[in-house]
């Protein structure tokens, strides 16, 4: 149950987040490719948060969710994968054709995500979260293996592998929030190891029924992008709210 003070502002998210300011961006990979996507800028200087979208959906799926962390006061960017929404273009138009290709540059397009996001102006770029979801779940995990200023997780729906389970395992000061459906059984099995992996002692996972994957939960279970919100309150605290010293 939510805690009455956050009902408040739990509502307040809601009412506001139509009112959130965005731009379309795009973030240069690599190899050159434009990754189009969505950047949310906070009005002060606060943490950043980056959205890997599933791969059967792409990055408008966190629309509602962009906008309640901007309000909250966080700096949020969204991206398309090569092959999805905005970023089909070149030699990616299709992800069902180019799977294993798109997946291996997965890594890199993350880590040109989270130069983006570190390089801007109202970034504190030591204070980092990631959202994953699905195909975004091991993209999330690894991201917060190779750069530790990413300082929490919240993984939706899917597993990473051997490296990142050894990751989240020594990963003791790692909070990370987890959430899958009952009947999704493979994602949700892969979730409950995740965060049972995880040694930080507010680590802690959701699990519902007949939600869907992902972030198509959020469709039938209203409350959980706002669960979200509250969590990074928690664990990721905007400027002046609480943010330890030594990642300012």
């Not at 979200?228 to 309150?233: A, K, L, N, S, T």
Request: hydrophobic share 45%; charged share 20%; glycine share 10%.
């Amino acid at each position: 149950m939510t805690p009455f003070p956050l009902v408040s502002l739990v509502i307040l998210l809601f009412a506001a987040a139509g009112r959130a300011e965005q731009r379309q961006v795009g973030v240069t990979a690599g190899d050159g490719f434009a990754l189009q996507g969505n950047y949310y800028s906070a009005e002060k200087g606060g943490p950043g948060i980056l959205l890997l979208h599933q791969c059967n959906a792409d990055r408008r799926i966190y629309d509602q969710l962009a906008a309640m962390l901007n309000v909250a006061g966080y700096n949020v960017l969204t991206i398309d994968w090569r092959g999805f929404g905005g970023s089909r273009a070149g030699a990616f138009t299709d992800f069902r054709v180019q799977r294993q290709k798109i997946q291996e540059l997965m890594p890199g397009d993350v880590d040109a995500a989270l130069k983006f996001l570190s390089a801007q102006p109202t970034v504190i770029n030591r204070a980092l979260g990631v959202v994953g979801g699905s195909c975004g779940v091991n993209q999330a995990v690894q991201a917060s293996r190779r750069h530790p200023e990413i300082r929490t997780l919240v993984l939706l729906s899917g597993g990473t592998d051997a490296q990142g389970e050894a990751h989240i395992k020594r990963s003791a000061t790692l909070p990370i929030f987890g959430a899958a459906s009952e009947e999704d059984t493979d994602a949700a099995a892969a979730i409950k190891k995740i965060v049972g992996l995880s040694a930080h002692r507010d680590s802690r996972v959701e699990m519902f029924k007949d939600a869907g994957h992902a972030a198509s939960m959020f469709a039938k279970q209203l409350d959980l992008e706002a669960e979200i919100v509250i969590w990074f309150r928690a664990n990721l605290p905007v400027a002046g709210y609480g943010l330890p010293p030594a990642i300012r």
